[in-house]
C-alpha cells in the first residue's frame, strides 16, 4: 500500500511499507555486506528468496571483480533469482560511527551509484531498502535526509528512470521518511 507519493523529475518516487524480497519492479537493492555472501537483515533476507543464483553470481563477482570485497558506497548487479524481481543491485552502506567519520558521503555515493547502475542497465524501475539503518546502526532520520535528498538530485538531472520506491520495514520508518520527503520534495 503506497503512503507516500511524489513527481520527482519525470520520475514517480513512492514511500510504502513492506518487504523488499516481494517487489516486481526491474531491480531491488541490497543493503549488502562487502562479502556479498549473505547476511543478516535485508541482505539475508534477499539471499534466502533469491535462492542460490544470486550467491553463484555474488561469488563470480568476488572471484573477478572485487577480490577484498566490495567497497563501502560501491555498487554491484546480479539477476533476481526466484525473487520477482529480474535483478538485484547491491551496495554496501556504511558503518555509523557517529557521523563524523564521512557516513553521510558513503551513504550518498550508495544510492547514487545503485541509480547510476540502474540506468546504465536500462533499468526503468527499482525498489530501495533504508541502507545502513539496521545492524550498521546508521540513525533512520539522518539516513532517510541523505537517501531522499541523493535521489531527487538524481532524478532531477538524470532520464531513464520512471519509478523508485522505498520500502521500509515499519510504520516508524515509513513516518520518517514521509516527513523528510514532504520537506524535500514539496
Given at each position: 500500500m503506497v503512503r507516500y507519493e511524489f513527481q520527482v523529475g519525470k520520475a514517480i518516487v513512492r514511500l510504502?511499507?513492506?518487504?523488499?524480497?516481494?517487489?516486481?519492479?526491474d531491480a531491488i537493492v541490497n543493503a549488502a555486506n562487502s562479502s556479498l555472501l549473505g547476511?543478516?537483515?535485508?541482505?539475508?533476507?534477499?539471499?534466502r528468496k533469491g535462492g542460490p543464483k544470486i550467491l553463484e553470481e555474488c561469488k563470480k563477482i568476488r572471484a573477478v571483480t572485487w577480490l577484498d570485497g566490495l567497497p563501502t558506497g560501491r555498487a554491484v548487479i546480479t539477476l533476481g533469482g526466484n525473487l520477482k524481481t529480474k535483478h538485484v543491485i547491491h551496495t554496501v552502506g556504511p558503518v555509523w560511527h557517529g557521523g563524523n567519520s564521512g557516513?553521510?558521503?558513503l551513504l550518498r555515493d550508495a544510492y547514487m551509484n545503485c541509480l547510476g547502475l540502474a540506468v546504465?542497465?536500462?533499468?526503468r524501475t527499482v525498489a530501495f531498502p533504508s541502507i545502513s539503518t539496521g545492524a550498521y546502526g546508521y540513525p533512520v532520520e539522518k539516513a532517510?535526509?541523505?537517501?531522499?535528498?541523493?535521489m531527487k538530485e538524481f532524478l532531477e538531472e538524470a532520464d531513464g528512470l520512471v519509478e523508485v520506491v522505498f520500502v521500509l520495514f515499519s510504520d516508524g520508518a515509513l513516518d520518517v521518511y514521509g516527513r523528510v520527503a514532504e520537506k524535500l520534495f514539496s
Open positions: 510504502v511499507k513492506g518487504d523488499i524480497t516481494d517487489m516486481a519492479t547476511g543478516g537483515g535485508v541482505d539475508g533476507a534477499i539471499h557516513e553521510a558521503e546504465s542497465e536500462g533499468l532517510s535526509f541523505v537517501a531522499l535528498r541523493a
